[in-house]
């Protein structure tokens, strides 16, 4: 069955360090996305992409960073992780946009930053 | 910017309830809302997702209505049971933004026996 993955599940490190955590789907789907989710602010994009070598950013990039080299994958990288980037991330994906856009989503990743 | 608010943040209720879930936005230039359901410590999944041009959808004890004028949807779960205690969320689609959901905070479902 198609899916969608999401690695590691749980990660710790520590501040000012790089992480990236990886997303990949089986479904060839053009369109993927990353988004955070907090408690208090609910889930928040942070980047997407319509396909391969696009890239968007979304509300809340700062600090992080995505690149498309196939169709499959988005990693998101913590260029130096902060304690306010701790976490759970979760990456989702669709077929096509406009009213038909429905987004099927990752198991996500609860990233600390100690 | 698009708002989206979910009332009530949680509700718990006896096994068997008919129950009503709310969700508004503000903009009402949406494609499309989704409901998505959450358990603890998981990912989303999919329950309904209403085009613009809809007014309802239906899925076994599921029904979810679209008003896009007024900028409300509701989730109506029939019978409920146990094993749908779970955060539910909404999201909307909008055109000038394409592709991007924006969320609701969710409300938090218990069904006890």
């Known amino acids: 069955d198609a899916e969608i993955t999401q690695s590691p599940r749980h990660k710790i490190t520590e501040t000012g360090r790089q992480v990236t955590l990886a997303c990949h789907q089986t479904?060839?789907?053009?369109?993927m996305f990353w988004y955070r989710q907090d408690l208090g602010h609910g889930l928040r994009l942070i980047h997407y992409?319509?396909?391969?070598?696009?890239?968007n950013k979304g509300e809340v990039s700062d600090g992080y960073s995505v690149s498309r080299s196939n169709t499959e994958d988005l990693p998101l990288t913590l260029e130096s992780a902060a304690s306010s980037q701790t976490s759970v991330y979760f990456c989702?994906?669709?077929?096509?946009?406009?009213?038909?856009?429905?987004?099927?989503f990752g198991p996500g990743t609860r990233l600390t930053v100690l | 910017k698009q708002e989206v608010t979910q009332i009530p943040a949680a509700l718990s209720v006896p096994e068997g309830e008919n129950l009503v879930l709310n969700c508004s936005f503000t903009?009402?230039?949406?494609?499309?809302l989704q409901w998505f359901r959450q358990d603890p410590g998981k990912g989303l999944t999919s329950l309904l997702l209403?085009?613009?041009?809809?007014r309802e959808q239906t899925s076994g004890r599921l029904n979810a209505s679209l008003d896009k004028s007024s900028g409300r949807s509701t989730l109506y779960i029939a019978a409920s049971q146990p094993g749908d205690s779970a955060t539910y969320l909404c999201?909307?689609?909008?055109?000038?933004?394409?592709?991007?959901?924006?969320f609701g905070r969710g409300t938090q479902l218990t069904v006890w026996p």
């Open positions: 989702a994906s669709s077929e096509s946009l406009g009213k038909y856009n429905e987004q099927f």
């Open positions: 479904w060839n789907h053009n369109n």
């Open positions: 992409s319509y396909g391969v070598q696009d890239t």
């Open positions: 903009d009402s230039a949406i494609y499309n």
């Open positions: 209403i085009q613009s041009s809809q």
């Open positions: 999201a909307v689609s909008r055109g000038s933004t394409l592709g991007r959901l924006y």
